[in-house]
């Protein structure tokens, strides 16, 4: 278990048999997962894996061609609007049950488990139910993103932030009103919203778009080469950086 101990400890209901592994899978090319994530995914009995309502799920897709044939398989269904701390109480159950069993279980991540990864909610259930849980870091889209686009993040005394789209205006403003570098996350219906403030503090010829990374369907372009009028799907990221390239 590679979790430091917890300070006040909790009880564990059972004996520590079967791991559970957070596996980062990367951003989306197949090639992209690490050799240590592709070992564990051949010897794992049971491979659960965040999906949508109807059970399609992007993690599922990239390691396609990688996941041995007649494994358990566990969709976890994130309903949109809905609370999710059931749904990761039940899936955790259900995976506690596997691992009381001596199993193996395979959780798939998209791009890194703790980068703003819904796997944390499992570890920290699993951990705290006494079970064997951990993480197996993944190629994040960030990194995936800046490779694409052939921007560096950041350099000398950058400071790098990460900022989240669904942040309200204000918070945009503070953020990006300082900002040395950003990636901007989880666009999707906030686009346009993160495209004014950016067009506000006169950062737009700094800016880069870029949707689905590494994907087929990568799309990647200056965010002043859009349209005004254009939507962006939720796997998608803005790069800034003040001086317009890190290396300069
Ligand atoms: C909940 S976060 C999960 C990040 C993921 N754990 C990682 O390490 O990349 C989801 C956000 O990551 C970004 N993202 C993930 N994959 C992407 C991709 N292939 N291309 C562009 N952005 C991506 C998008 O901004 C998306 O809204």
Known sequence: ???????????????VTGT???????????DLITLKAY????KADVI???ALEDGVSLARQIVDTHIPKGR?????????????DPIYDAAALEIGQHLAAGKTVAVLCEGDPFFYGSFMYLYGRLADAGHSVE???GVSSMMACAAQLGAPLAAK???????????????????????DAAAIIKLGRHFTKVRDVINELGLTDRARYIERATLDSQ????LADLPADATAPYFSMILIHRRGDAWR
């Open 1 to 15: 278990m590679n979790r430091a101990e917890p300070l006040s400890a909790s009880p564990q209901s059972h004996p």
């Open 72 to 84: 358990t398989e566990i969709a976890i269904r994130i309903e949109m609007g809905k609370p999710a």
């Open 219 to 222: 799309k990647m372009v200056p």
């Open 157 to 179: 005394n950058d400071v790098l932030q990460v900022i989240p789209g669904p942040l309200d205006k204000d918070r945009l403003r503070t953020q990006l009103g300082n900002t």
């Open 39 to 42: 070992n564990i995914l051949q």
């Open 48 to 50: 659960a894996y965040p």
């Open 20 to 30: 559970a592994y957070g596996l980062g899978i990367g951003p989306g090319e197949p």
């Open 135 to 137: 993480t197996v870091p």
